[in-house]
């Protein structure tokens, strides 16, 4: 079993966090997180995206984000381990977001990887 992330920003004043309640994607589906910063001021970002039920870490990053930047992350079904997915062929996954600045927003999105199309997005 992977480790648990250790996360700096726990107990720290000044760090706002958002998520995103678990999404499943299956075959041929990609599942992309953004952020965005909004403020005239850099913001620092970490980010995670984990399997459900178990805390296993998928991808994680942290970065700077200057004023008006923005960042994706994608999750393609297909790079996933057979093992993430249960028996209806889904894998559940689940995103959260640290941030220096109140005024990074973010969005969850799953999409067909061919089409592009656009299944559901969620303001975090």
């Known amino acids: 079993m992977e480790k648990p992330i250790l996360d700096i920003t726990l107990g720290t004043i000044g760090w ?6 678990t999404v499943g994607i299956t075959a041929g589906q990609t599942l992309r997180l953004s952020v965005v910063n909004l403020s005239s001021a850099d913001a620092i970002v970490l980010y995670g995206v984990w399997q459900n039920p178990l805390p296993v870490s998928l991808v994680h990053d942290s970065y700077k984000l200057g004023p008006g930047e923005a960042r994706n992350c994608d999750i393609n079904a297909s790079n996933l381990s057979i093992d993430l997915f249960d028996k209806t062929g889904r894998a559940q996954i689940r995103a959260l977001v640290r ?3 109140r005024s990074v927003c973010g969005t969850l999105e799953v999409f067909d990887s061919k089409t592009g199309r656009t ?3 969620i303001s975090l």
Request: hydrophobic content about 60%.
């Open 16 to 21: 706002f966090a958002f998520a995103a309640g």
């Open 99 to 101: 941030c220096s600045a």
């Open 119 to 121: 299944s559901i997005s």
